[in-house]
């Protein structure tokens, strides 16, 4: 019994060392890279360095990665929906109502709203994609980019609106204006409706 359990116990610290040595004397050959479709992926990984010459070697990306998120401010209507989908809200926006439309985006959606914030902070960001699928003009994307080296944290904080504070002034005063207006209009039209009624 003791014999069969030492046996046991040098048989697989055997083949673990065995492992280790042929990956220790193995490692002086190059590793190329290829894609993971190719057939040999994995056995190939077996031979060569452990680790890719980086970053002179680059792992070819697969097309459904999922890495850095960008925005097309342009083609955003400001929705909100995708900073309600993020389960870490990584996603800040901040709106103004436009007096009237102020375009349209690439797929023809009427924008009536002005993104006076529009900040993703990838540090806190878990790389689940769902803020891309609700997205109504997909105006946020996953790009293939994934080395972002920063030196302070709040460089991973991505900000893609374009107005100034300024801008984003005018625009809320002008809204209000445009609001006081129509309040005005609409309590003459009551008491003159009133005042035709006594």
């Not at 046991?8 to 610290?13: K, V």
């Not at 673990?16 to 050959?29: C, E, M, P, V, Y």
């Not at 109504?136 to 460089?155: F, G, K, S």
Request: proline residues 4%; hydrophobic residues 35%.
């Amino acid at each position: 019994m003791i014999v069969n359990k030492t046996y046991n116990a040098l048989a697989t610290a055997w083949k673990g060392l065995a492992l280790t040595l042929r990956h220790l004397f193995g490692s002086t050959k190059k590793r190329e890279v290829a894609p993971i479709k190719s057939a040999n992926y994995f056995k190939e990984l077996e031979k060569g360095t452990n680790t890719i010459q980086y970053p002179k070697q680059e792992i070819p990306i697969p097309e459904v990665g999922r890495y850095q998120l960008d925005v097309e401010i342009d083609d955003c209507i400001v929705c909100d929906l995708c900073a309600k989908a993020c389960p870490v809200d990584c996603i800040r926006i901040e709106s103004i109502k436009a007096t009237e439309a102020i375009g349209q985006t690439s797929d023809g959606s009427t924008k009536r709203l002005y993104a006076a914030q529009f900040d993703i902070d990838m540090a806190k960001c878990m790389y689940c994609g769902l803020c891309t699928v609700v997205c109504p003009t997909e105006c946020i994307t996953m790009t293939n980019q994934y080395d972002r080296t920063v030196r302070h944290l709040d460089e991973l904080t991505y900000k893609f609106s374009v107005m100034t504070p300024d801008e984003i002034d005018e625009k809320k005063v002008a809204f209000e204006k445009q609001q006081a207006e129509k309040l005005a209009a609409k309590q003459a039209a009551l008491q003159a409706k009133q005042g035709g009624a006594s």
